[in-house]
């Protein structure tokens, strides 16, 4: 069965210190993965993709994605927190053959100044 | 340019009442999608419309659930006879084409409390 798994429900980090939001898949077929993110009281928000091609993906604000095939995972990443990344990180995985999003639980991420 | 938007925003209605959710996907989107986002949880795919093609309608969890598009364009989300348990944040999100790999652009969603 196709799943996403976000196994953390909460992190926290110091403001200015590198942060990994993870996220593993399982998936038949060559995975699309997706970052997005919720700001309290704000709607998703895409961050960035995975499609094919260079393993590190450069999305919006300063962050990052690392797709590792042997590991399945997909961590999003970030040099350094900025207290207005607090918010819900949601990863997702959609197959080459089926339009539908298969969602992580998601993870909020605290920084802390 | 504009965005996704929603309306209500906030809709608080009695059991058994019915509710309409509508949504304005961003001009051009051919494909549109209802979640619903319970409290702490991940979103729940509902239907899904690509263009004039019949929906996919595999997530609505009940009869009571229905959706239309119109003109390929607005959707509205029906849900009759309200429960408790239909509480929940209803987000709508669209999309170009029918590619796997596009982004999907998202609503602010509605939040449904069912009393």
């Known amino acids: 069965a196709q799943s996403v798994a976000q196994p953390e429900d909460q992190v926290n980090v110091a403001e200015g210190n590198p942060l990994t939001v993870k996220c593993t898949y399982s998936?038949?077929?060559?995975?699309?993965l997706f970052w997005y993110v919720q700001y309290p009281n704000r709607g998703l928000q895409f961050l960035l993709k995975?499609?094919?091609?260079d393993n590190l993906v450069k999305g919006s604000y300063g962050f990052e994605a690392e797709f590792n095939k042997s590991q399945t995972s997909f961590h999003l990443k970030k040099p350094s927190a900025l207290v207005s990344d607090s918010a819900l990180y949601f990863c997702?995985?959609?197959?080459?053959?089926?339009?539908?999003?298969?969602w992580g639980a998601g993870t909020k991420l605290i920084i802390k100044p | 340019g504009a965005g996704v938007s929603q309306s209500p925003s906030n809709k608080v209605t009695e059991k058994g009442k019915d509710v309409e959710l509508r949504c304005d996907p961003i001009?051009?989107?051919?494909?549109l999608y209802w979640y619903r986002q319970s409290l702490g949880q991940g979103l729940e795919f509902l239907i899904y419309f690509q263009g004039n093609s019949a929906p996919d309608k595999s997530g609505l969890p009940s009869d009571r659930f229905s959706a239309e598009r119109t003109g390929g364009s607005v959707s509205t989300l029906t849900i009759q006879r309200t429960q408790q348990e239909d509480s929940a944040v209803y987000l709508c999100a669209s999309g170009e084409g029918q590619s796997p790999y596009n982004e999907q652009f998202f609503g602010p969603g509605t939040r449904l409390t069912v009393l």
């Open positions: 997702a995985v959609r197959d080459n053959s089926n339009y539908q999003l298969i």
């Open positions: 998936v038949s077929g060559n995975p699309y």
């Open positions: 001009s051009g989107h051919t494909a």
């Open positions: 995975y499609i094919t091609g």
